[in-house]
């Protein structure tokens, strides 16, 4: 009776791990996944310090700096959950809050500082593999 007992035990612990295997994994809520951070959210903060060390900026400069790079993330996050945008008109008003915050840039940064920080911007999109042209500035 032991050869068929254990056998059988082996079965229904098996076949009950299946069962539990098989059930569909608890999702998260729609809300709470529309909720969660992209996986690198812009942080001006973040940037306006790395721009200040490769730029050398005075705390006058970074302290100018930040609002004019949280602004431009505001604006183009309003872009992007805009729906009803088409692909090309955002495309094209993207470019324009890049070329008006490197205007608001300019006004902040010195002329070398702004050279300096267009050839940085130059080496990174030449890296990437998706890389697009820059906009004359």
């Known amino acids: 009776m032991n050869r068929t007992a254990f056998p059988a035990a082996l079965a229904l612990i098996l076949s009950g791990s299946l069962i539990f295997a098989q059930q569909p994994q608890p999702q998260p809520p729609a809300d709470q996944a529309a909720n969660a951070a992209p996986a690198h959210a812009p942080n001006p903060h973040r940037q306006t310090m790395r721009i200040a060390k ?18 431009r993330d505001q604006q183009i996050a309003a872009l992007r959950a805009n729906p009803a945008l088409a692909p090309a008109d955002l495309h094209k ?33 030449s890296k990437s593999p998706q890389a697009a042209p820059a906009p004359a500035a």
Do not use: F, N
Request: positive net charge; glycine residues 0%.
């Open 54 to 71: 490769q730029l050398s900026l005075t705390q006058d400069q970074t302290s100018k700096l930040e609002p004019i790079l949280a602004s």
């Open 93 to 125: 008003q993207m470019r324009a809050i890049v070329q008006s915050t490197h205007q608001q840039m300019s006004s902040v940064l010195t002329p070398d500082q702004m050279q300096q920080l267009r050839s940085i911007q130059q080496s990174h999109r």
